[in-house]
């Protein structure tokens, strides 16, 4: 494969593991405070939910102070050096509500059906090699009417930003995420799952650029 290809090629897990090993030393400098404000707003989601929480891409764990010590949270990622910062800061933070943190594909989760009240995903589904599979998964281990809470980037439908996100795009290999991220990758599936309702889509600050989006999956399903 060219260079040019490779770097026009969709994500794949190997994409992501060797981006965020890149990213690992100096993530947190980096996004801390602008995805901070998304951070927070997923965690009050998930503080309303309580009981078991899984966080999907958990990363270095920049969002794990944020929630209750009620919770009772599992972290996975597929990026080992990502999870070693989130563990340092488990113990800096002696954050007692973590119960495990693991490597794991979040498109192939090893959990049981309807093992978590609540599943939270800051800023990963833009990441992840295959969406679709990805809630499929989430939808799977949240009990019936339990909460699955998304944090994202959508990108502009048109403009000067929708321009500069399918170039920045063309670098989703080398980048680790998908600056172009359309609705439409929720709103298709969302179509295809009866059984899971939008509760909510809300643009959060700075400057509308991250969207909070929380499903529910019926309590008959
Ligand atoms: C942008 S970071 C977000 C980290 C954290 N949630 C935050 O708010 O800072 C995306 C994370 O998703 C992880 N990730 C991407 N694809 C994944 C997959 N298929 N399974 C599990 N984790 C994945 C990456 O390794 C990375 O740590």
């Not at 290809?5 to 602008?34: G, H, K, Q």
Request: aromatic share 6%.
């Amino acid at each position: 494969m060219s260079a040019e290809s490779r770097e026009n090629a969709t994500l794949s897990n190997a994409d992501v593991e060797s981006a965020y090993t890149r990213w690992a030393p100096i993530y947190d400098l980096v996004f801390t405070a602008c995805m901070r404000p998304g951070r927070k707003a997923g965690a009050a989601a998930v503080n309303r939910i309580g009981g078991r929480i899984l966080d999907v891409g958990v990363g270095t764990g920049l969002e794990l102070p944020m929630f209750s010590p009620d919770l009772r949270v599992t972290g996975i990622d597929l990026c080992e050096p990502m999870l070693d910062a989130a563990r340092r800061r488990v113990a800096s933070h002696k954050l007692h509500n973590v119960e495990a943190l693991r490597v794991m594909d979040a498109m192939q989760l090893t959990f049981g059906d309807a093992s978590f009240d609540g599943v939270i995903a800051p800023y990963v589904l833009t990441v992840v090699p295959d969406p679709h599979r990805t809630l499929d998964e989430m939808a799977r281990v949240v009990k019936p009417g339990g909460e699955i809470v998304l944090v994202n980037h959508i990108g502009a439908e048109s403009g000067p930003m929708a321009m500069l996100e399918a170039w920045l795009g063309r670098r989703a290999a080398s980048l680790g995420w998908r600056p172009e991220f359309s609705w439409d990758i929720i709103g298709s599936w969302l179509e295809t799952r009866p059984d899971i309702t939008l509760l909510e889509r809300r643009t959060l600050a700075p400057l509308s650029l991250f969207t909070i989006v929380r499903l529910k999956r019926a309590v008959n399903a």
